[in-house]
């Protein structure tokens, strides 16, 4: 097919959104999530006015449709990506939308850490960046793969919705041919690409939690 070229470019700007865009989710969502937890009613340090702050700008974050959301931090794309258009700009939005819902993953997974080695650490005498770093991010890290392996499948969902609106990527491809010029081979090709991505993080996502898991 004479469209292969263009078709490995998308798959290669697809790829390089989510890695890239996954990145920054997890450095910026990772610490917010522990945060979070930690200032929670039953955290290590809890704070109810800093919860409630910090889990509101999270709330609304995650609340913004992707669409209405990238058009809206257009402004901060082109500052920071120099461009609104392009896979490095897409990057921008995608970043922004992922890391609250990496918060929040995160700080259900370290939730779901047992009190009780919490405790015992304590009694060992383990102050708070010990308690989160030897214990809570050890103890949850089969969790917290997971959580990044379904950020990165979602971001492949925003990844095409992106590629709609000029983004690049393989729903660029897949609007252009499948929808403007009526060529639906091009189409399932690309929608077969997705799915088969989806499918190999997913299985790679697994693989890595079952082998980290906390026995």
Do not use: C, H
């Not at 697809?14 to 955290?43: K, R």
């Not at 500052?79 to 609250?100: D, K, N, Y």
């Not at 708070?128 to 971001?155: D, H, M, W, Y």
Request: hydrophobic residues 55%; proline residues 5%; glycine residues 10%.
């Amino acid at each position: 097919m004479e469209y292969w070229p263009e078709i490995l470019k998308a798959t290669y700007e697809t790829l390089y959104m989510t890695g890239v865009s996954l990145f920054f989710a997890a450095v910026i969502g990772i610490p917010v999530g522990v945060l979070l937890n930690a200032v929670s009613n039953g955290g290590i340090m809890p704070n109810p006015v800093i919860y409630s702050i910090l889990g509101s700008v999270v709330n609304v974050l995650r609340s913004a449709p992707f669409v209405i959301l990238m058009l809206a931090v257009t402004p901060l794309t082109r500052l920071i990506a120099g461009t609104s258009i392009g896979s490095s700009a897409a990057i921008v939005p995608l970043t922004i939308g992922a890391a609250p819902f990496v918060a929040r993953l995160i700080e259900a997974n370290l939730r779901e850490v047992d009190p009780g080695v919490v405790e015992a650490a304590r009694a060992m005498g383990a102050n708070n960046r010990q308690v989160i770093f030897k214990v809570l991010l050890p103890e949850a890290r089969a969790g917290i793969i997971l959580s990044l392996t379904n950020t990165a499948i979602a971001i492949i969902g925003y990844s095409a919705m992106a590629g709609a609106i000029g983004g690049g990527g393989l729903g660029d491809l897949g609007v252009r041919y499948g929808y403007m010029r009526f060529q639906t081979d091009v189409m399932l090709i690309t929608v077969a690409i997705l799915v088969a991505l989806v499918e190999i993080v997913q299985a790679t996502g697994n693989f890595l939690a079952r082998k980290y898991k906390t026995k």
